[in-house]
């Protein structure tokens, strides 16, 4: 696999530290899916355990490694004023549909009478 330098390493972390105990994990899962493979015994309950169990601690690994990344969640004090407006009223939009209808309605009554008489 190639290495690219997505950025600046963050600040008080050792970048080697980091990278080796990510390389650690991803051996650790490597190996143990082999040997799940082979034994074929693990209950669903049990890989679904271990693979949350999996999951989280590359969740930690990874924040270990990049502090400075956040989550993609909005949090309900951090939305701007504009997000939280309130939704306009149905029958407003009703209302307005019927009176474009009778409008209409009254434009064509009208060319038609005047048309025709």
């Not at 969640?73 to 009223?89: E, I, L, M, N, S």
């Not at 407003?92 to 009208?110: C, D, E, K, N």
């Amino acid at each position: 696999m190639p290495k690219t330098d997505l950025g600046g390493r963050p600040p008080g972390l050792d970048g080697d530290e980091a990278e080796s105990e990510i390389l650690a994990f991803e051996a650790a899962l490597r190996g143990r899916s082999r040997a799940a493979d082979e034994s074929g015994t693990l209950g669903q309950a049990d890989r679904l355990a271990r693979d949350l169990a999996d999951i989280e601690r590359a969740a930690a690994a990874l924040r270990r490694a990049q502090p400075r990344l956040k989550d993609w969640k909005p949090r309900a004090g951090d939305r701007p004023a504009g997000a939280t407006r309130k939704p306009r009223p149905v029958w407003l939009l009703i209302a307005l549909l019927w009176f474009s209808t009778a409008l209409v309605t009254a434009g064509a009554v009208a060319a038609i009478a005047r048309l025709a008489g």
